[in-house]
């Protein structure tokens, strides 16, 4: 037995056009590396699409490549994730399952999830679907357990959720604590949180995270520069295939005290960007002028293949001295004081309402998704909030 573990594919993730055909790209070498390993069956942990429904092209690109797998009888077995699952049930994943190209093993009835039987290995799948805000635990709660650890045979549970006691401190991800998933399954296919993780957890008994099939943000780009899975076979030997399309370029600079034409000067020097992924970072407050004053359409970057800046962390001088000289702050927490009293229904510290105010203000990110910056605000919220043990992540 042999097989292919996917996850976090995002197809059409990206605005940035160049950047969105990439995902698909990804998703056509992942499946043409399963076709020439001659896997038995794919599995895709949630987030095969960015959106419910997608685009009419990229449904299109991506059946085209199902059906070479359902050509070669390759069965794809999947789970709905945080953004390709709909609660009114108008998703492209079911028409992708009536045609028979992919199985949703997420099968409910009642308080039992049913298994799935690959006809060719045996091997009985199922799993949980992934939820925005990881709300996917209070169905966890509700399923029996115990009937599925009994049950006998190579096991497979395929889940979209992170796990509090594996996510590494630099992810500060709402997860779920793992007593909540069952036991005794051989292999636990994971998606959603977009890290490279492998874990024996009991003997026979792995949890994997592919990491995103292409990196999702300027973050991961930065952090993963490509993205990748998984081919797992029945002794549980488990080898990473690297989907590495584009070369990346990663340029941080500091301009504190420098002006506008001084970045310019260092960006003119950066070279042999052909064909490749040119990532700009710049921090820091400018000695003067704006942000804006920065001309990023230079000669040498034109034959990138696409160059993406961030300057969330970049400020004017005269932006700085406009807020110290408006003190926002002390009028912000002037304004909390005068009122906090009056509230009755919520039982907020001043320093609780700041620092919500403070987690309001942040800014969505250049090459972030509106949904990520969405997902990321309610995340920070609700990790301020304490809203349950559950939403807590404690490293």
């Known amino acids: 037995m042999k097989f292919a573990h996917l996850a976090d594919c995002h197809i059409g993730g990206w605005t940035e056009e160049k950047l969105k055909e990439l995902t698909i790209k990804s998703f056509q070498k992942a499946i043409s590396i399963c076709l ?31 059906k070479k797998l359902h050509n070669h009888n390759i069965p794809v077995y ?40 690959d006809k060719k290995t045996n091997a009985k799948i199922t799993g949980m679907l992934g939820l925005r805000s990881s709300l996917e635990f209070f169905k966890y709660q509700t399923i029996n357990k115990e009937e599925l650890e009994r049950e006998q045979g190579f096991k497979i549970f395929i889940l979209h959720s992170g796990i509090k006691e594996f996510m590494p401190i630099s992810l500060p991800f709402i997860a779920l604590p793992f007593d909540v998933i069952p036991k005794n399954f051989n292999y636990y296919a994971a998606g959603h949180v977009h890290y490279i993780f492998t874990k024996e957890i009991a003997k026979n008994s792995i949890i994997a995270y592919p990491g995103p099939l292409f990196p999702n943000n300027f973050q991961e780009l930065e952090e993963l520069e490509h993205g990748g899975f998984y081919i797992v076979d029945k002794t549980l030997n488990i080898q990473r295939k690297e989907i590495k399309l584009k070369d990346v370029i990663k340029i941080k600079l500091n301009a504190n005290n420098k002006p506008p034409h001084e970045i310019e000067n260092e960006l003119k020097e950066i070279k042999n960007v052909k064909d490749k992924i040119v990532l700009i970072r710049i921090d820091g407050t400018l000695k003067e002028g704006n942000p804006s004053d920065i001309n990023f359409n230079l000669n040498n970057l034109e034959e990138a293949y696409i160059t993406i800046k961030n300057t969330s962390k970049l400020f004017s001088k005269e932006y700085e001295d406009i807020k110290i000289e408006a003190n926002v702050e002390n009028i912000e927490q002037k304004i909390v004081e005068d009122n906090l009293a009056s509230i009755k229904e919520i039982n907020f510290t001043q320093e609780d309402i700041i620092s ?32 349950g043990v559950l939403f807590k992540n404690e490293n």
Do not use: C, W
Request: a negative charge; zero cysteines; charged letters at 30%.
């Open 36 to 66: 020439e390993e001659n896997v038995d069956f794919v599995l895709i942990a949630g987030d095969l699409f960015n959106t419910a429904i997608p685009q009419i092209e990229l449904i299109k690109q991506t059946t085209e490549e199902l």
């Open 356 to 387: 919500l105010l403070n987690i309001m203000n942040k800014e969505k990110e250049d090459g972030e998704t509106v949904s990520d910056f969405e997902d990321r605000l309610v995340k920070d919220i609700k990790n301020e909030l304490k809203l």
């Open 78 to 117: 999947i789970v709905p994730g945080s953004h390709d699952f709909s609660p009114s049930g108008k998703t492209i994943l079911s028409v992708l399952e009536k045609a028979g190209l992919i199985t949703n093993v997420y099968n409910q009835e009642e308080n039992d999830l049913k298994f799935t039987i």
